[in-house]
């Protein structure tokens, strides 16, 4: 569990690092834009053995996100748990490789992005236009593709040294 927690700190902590050298607006996204926490919780869940460890955790990450970067925690705390929802749905109908965890990484991206488009549009003040989540999906693909590929490697590179099957 220390693992998984270490890693989800690294993954908070990237949000920040990458946000201060690579700046993004609703109207410039950067290709380097991505949100590390939700491919760190897509990456950890097919070692967990609970899910209701896995839960809390993800329930942790999004008041963690919401307190650290939105100032709307309860909004990413119902965010960040529909996205938990999605990781499991996914990994019980694709196996566990790095193709599939790259896809399932970027689904719960995307659903991360339309699910706050969707409430921001209807609770906002602001509108939002549908272009604007179009551009940050586009430019979310790349940074998506490469963290998670490195970090599906280090984490199995990690659990293999350690003789970690499961998150207990």
């Not at 995307?110 to 921001?120: A, D, R, V």
Request: hydrophobic share 55%; aromatic share 20%; with cysteine.
């Amino acid at each position: 569990m220390i693992i998984s927690i270490v890693y989800l700190a690294i993954s908070l902590i990237m949000e920040v690092i990458m946000s201060n050298f690579f700046p993004s607006t609703l109207t410039n996204v950067s290709l380097f834009t991505t949100i590390y926490t939700i491919v760190g919780l897509a990456i950890l869940y097919p070692h967990f053995n609970n899910d209701r460890k896995f839960y809390l955790l993800t329930i942790l990450c999004g008041f963690l996100f919401g307190i650290l970067y939105t100032s709307t925690f309860i909004f990413s705390l119902v965010l960040f748990g529909c996205v938990g929802i999605m990781i499991k749905i996914l990994y019980n109908i694709f196996p566990e490789n790095i193709f599939m965890t790259n896809l399932i990484s970027f689904i719960c991206i995307m659903t991360y992005h339309i699910l706050c488009f969707i409430l921001l549009s209807i609770f906002s003040s602001i509108s939002y236009y549908f272009i604007s989540l179009i551009n940050i999906l586009i430019g979310s693909i790349i940074m998506t593709i490469v963290y998670t590929t490195i970090s599906y490697y280090i984490i199995n590179y990690i659990f293999n040294r350690f003789g970690i099957k499961y998150i207990k």
